[in-house]
């Protein structure tokens, strides 16, 4: 055990934040601390730095432990190079080696005794800088720079003439320099790129030390952490596992804890009802009875109602009219701002049905793609066609589509005037608005929240076709959770623009990656991408060459050449394809199944209460009708659900 929290407590004025937190952390263990914001996480971090007190409890660090923090919010102002800054982290390596240098000269002048003590000390430095990595710390700068977004024509660019974010990133890279035997980190991924945060991830992943971060971003906490400590109604539960262990044993856990929860309300409520009754009795021995229950409520233990687990924040959408096959297709499509070409000559199409994923690095265009497909933005060149009956839901970051005069209820309500005040109150709560909060203007919303009014908006329309841009920011945990939920089960389609891969990996059935002006297609979720985008990129550069030398001028194509690997690839482009329009289909199949048993299962409760009605009674003719079409309907009942069982094996 390297470090330890032993029952740690900690309130602000009257409201509890911590209560009772205990947990442990080995050598070389990365472990994750999670909860919904304001849960205390970033407290609990304070709290091991020394930063807060606790009320109660304490941290154990093993003795010569040494801690590097990186907290959210910090003061950095190095007056300092990039590069220097970096090369101040490894400023005892430099000492250690001028030392060696110099008793490389002494060895040359010195006999006997004093050679012998030389000697001495420079074996024991030499190995002191060999187990610090001292033959490598420049290579080492030079890692952690360029994995943060560095090039070495930043090198020399003063450290306070850069951005927040990119100061931020500074901060981070001293500390991943420094090497601590614990590296705290709170939030990393915020200023960081999609390459950045995947090499960070590589970094945490294999450094020697230990590691306890706090973070949102779901993908790197599932590549990085092996122990998940969640912070939930203040309380702390330890899971030790990665994030997708993680969220499969809470939701086992919070379905138990409601379960025993309502049980438990259902027999107070009894108790109670039986209590009045036996007072309204107004006899003595009865009375003596109330007051015996009473004395043995008082004694329960009350269970603690669980949070994320209301069933009214299941969101389920279902699209009102079914499009075409053909949803969008896109050909020889070219943008470009001034001197900037953007892309050009881009085709791909999505079919009814999937679920896919537009990504690639910033600038590169996917906004923009998806402003033209909404004709919010004139292309230079090409074709965009929508199909047959295909009605688009958009979803835009500038969220363009609210009305600021109305509050968040009238924006969903005049919207919607057929929703039950109560559904437009489940769905809002579903994206944290609750109580007066729906009663607030739009125009006095931040970014944020309009964000959310606005995806709260769009999971209640009727549109077959969903186009979102960035629909996770400014969702905690729970809220994205509940979205991914909607979209896994939503039988329209789909395209989305986002930076979470954690959603992106849920929710996708494909992915479209914008590259270098080009289109690669990757028929899975962003695990499949992630094994596969290297040999795809290999092929492609290799493909590349080979049209150079033969024929300048040469369209290619990276699913169409004879080579190996990009011939593996079409391959597996056409069966993965093949794969899902056959998965689409018995999941198509399956709801029609489902439909027509809750219909068959309505017909036989019908006749059921048809053939229990008194004048039927004394009727035989009439009941062996009704028993007869009874019987037709239970045998098609049970055909039905072998069908199913079939089709969900």
């Known amino acids: 055990m390297i470090l330890a929290c032993q029952n740690i407590s900690k309130a602000f004025g009257i409201k509890q934040i911590l209560s009772d937190i205990s947990?442990?952390?080995?050598?070389?263990?990365?472990?994750?601390?999670v909860g919904i914001n304001g849960s205390g996480k970033t407290t609990l971090l304070k709290i091991i730095m020394g930063e807060e007190t606790p009320d109660s409890g304490q941290v154990v660090v093993a003795k010569d432990t040494t801690i590097g923090y990186l907290s959210q919010h910090q003061d950095i102002s190095f007056d300092n190079t990039i590069y220097n800054e970096m090369l101040d982290t490894k400023k005892h390596i430099i000492e250690l080696e001028k030392k060696i240098r110099q008793l490389e000269t002494e060895m040359t002048t010195k006999t006997g005794k004093e050679l012998e003590q030389v000697m001495e000390t420079y074996n024991r430095l030499s190995t002191k800088y060999d187990r610090e990595n001292g033959y490598a710390y420049e290579s080492e700068i030079n890692g952690v720079l360029k994995g943060l977004g560095f090039d070495k024509a930043d090198y020399d660019r003063h450290i306070n003439t850069l951005s927040g974010g990119q100061k931020m990133r500074i901060a981070l890279g001293r500390l991943l320099l420094t090497r601590p035997d614990i590296i705290i980190?709170?939030?990393?991924?915020?200023?960081?790129?999609?390459?950045?945060?995947?090499?960070?991830?590589?970094?945490?992943?294999?450094?020697?030390?230990?590691?306890?971060?706090?973070?949102?971003?779901?993908?790197?906490?599932?590549?990085?952490?092996?122990?998940?400590?969640?912070?939930?109604?203040?309380?702390?539960?330890?899971?030790?596992?990665?994030?997708?262990?993680?969220s499969t044993k809470r939701s086992q856990i919070r379905e138990a804890q409601m379960k025993a929860y309502l049980n438990q309300q259902h027999e107070i409520k009894h108790q109670e009802e039986v209590i009045t009754k036996l007072k309204q009795f107004n006899r003595e021995k009865s009375i003596k009875r109330a007051e015996s229950?009473?004395?043995m409520l008082d004694r329960v233990e009350l269970i603690e109602k669980p949070t994320e687990i209301a069933s009214e924040m299941r969101l389920t959408l279902t699209p009102s009219v079914e499009s075409g096959n053909d949803v969008l297709t896109v050909e020889k499509?070219?943008?470009?701002?001034?001197?900037?070409?953007?892309?050009?000559?881009?085709?791909?199409?999505?079919?009814?049905?999937?679920?896919?994923?537009l990504i690639g690095g910033n600038g590169t265009g996917k906004t923009t793609i998806l402003k033209m497909?909404?004709?919010?933005?004139?292309?230079?060149?090409?074709?965009?066609?929508?199909?047959?009956?295909?009605?688009?839901?958009?979803?835009?970051?500038?969220?363009?589509?609210?009305?600021?005069?109305?509050?968040?209820?009238?924006?969903?309500?005049?919207?919607?005037?057929?929703?039950t005040n109560t559904k437009i109150r489940n769905v809002l709560a579903a994206f944290l608005f609750t109580g007066d909060d729906v009663f607030k203007k739009i125009g006095d919303l931040s970014g944020g929240e309009r964000g959310r009014v606005s995806l709260a908006k769009?999971?209640?329309?009727?549109?077959?076709?969903?186009?979102?841009?960035?629909?996770?920011?400014?969702?905690?945990?729970?809220?994205?959770?509940?979205?991914?939920?909607?979209?896994?089960?939503?039988t329209g389609t789909v395209l989305v623009v986002s930076h979470d891969r954690y959603f992106i990996n849920r929710i996708s059935s494909r992915i479209i990656e914008l590259k270098n002006q080009h289109i690669f297609n990757f028929i899975g979720?962003?695990?499949?991408?992630?094994?596969?985008?290297?040999?795809?990129?290999?092929?492609?550069?290799?493909?590349?060459?080979?049209?150079?030398?033969?024929?300048?001028?040469?369209?290619?194509?990276?699913?169409?050449?004879?080579?190996?690997?990009?011939?593996?690839?079409?391959?597996?482009?056409?069966?993965?394809?093949?794969?899902?329009?056959?998965?689409?289909?018995?999941?198509?199949?399956?709801?029609?199944?489902?439909a027509d048993i809750e219909n068959y299962e309505t017909k036989i409760s019908e006749l059921d209460e048809e053939i229990n009605l008194p004048e039927n009674a004394t009727n035989s003719a009439k009941l062996g009708e009704l028993s007869k079409l009874r019987e037709e309907y239970e045998n098609k009942l049970m055909e039905l659900y072998d069908k199913w069982e079939e089709l969900a094996e």
Not at 535 to 542: L, P
């Open 293 to 295: 229950r009473e004395k």
């Open 373 to 419: 497909i909404n004709r919010l933005l004139p292309k230079d060149e090409g074709n965009i066609l929508l199909g047959s009956r295909v009605k688009i839901g958009y979803y835009d970051q500038e969220h363009q589509i609210l009305s600021l005069n109305k509050t968040i209820f009238e924006e969903i309500s005049d919207s919607y005037p057929d929703l």
């Open 525 to 594: 979720n962003y695990d499949y991408y992630d094994t596969h985008k290297d040999d795809v990129y290999a092929a492609y550069d290799n493909n590349i060459a080979k049209a150079d030398s033969s024929n300048p001028f040469t369209s290619i194509n990276p699913y169409n050449t004879s080579n190996n690997k990009a011939s593996s690839s079409k391959d597996d482009y056409l069966k993965n394809k093949e794969e899902q329009a056959r998965l689409r289909k018995i999941a198509n199949d399956l709801k029609k199944v489902e």
């Open 458 to 490: 769009l999971m209640l329309s009727p549109a077959n076709f969903l186009i979102l841009d960035e629909p996770t920011n400014h969702l905690d945990i729970q809220s994205k959770e509940i979205l991914e939920s909607a979209l896994r089960n939503y």
């Open 23 to 33: 947990f442990h952390i080995e050598e070389k263990e990365k472990m994750a601390i």
């Open 185 to 246: 980190l709170d939030e990393p991924t915020n200023h960081l790129d999609m390459l950045s945060i995947s090499w960070l991830e590589g970094f945490l992943a294999s450094y020697t030390g230990s590691v306890i971060l706090v973070s949102h971003d779901r993908y790197f906490i599932d590549k990085i952490a092996s122990k998940i400590v969640e912070i939930d109604n203040t309380k702390g539960i330890v899971y030790n596992g990665n994030y997708s262990y993680y």
């Open 333 to 357: 499509l070219k943008k470009s701002f001034g001197n900037n070409i953007l892309f050009d000559n881009l085709s791909f199409e999505i079919k009814r049905g999937e679920h896919v994923s």
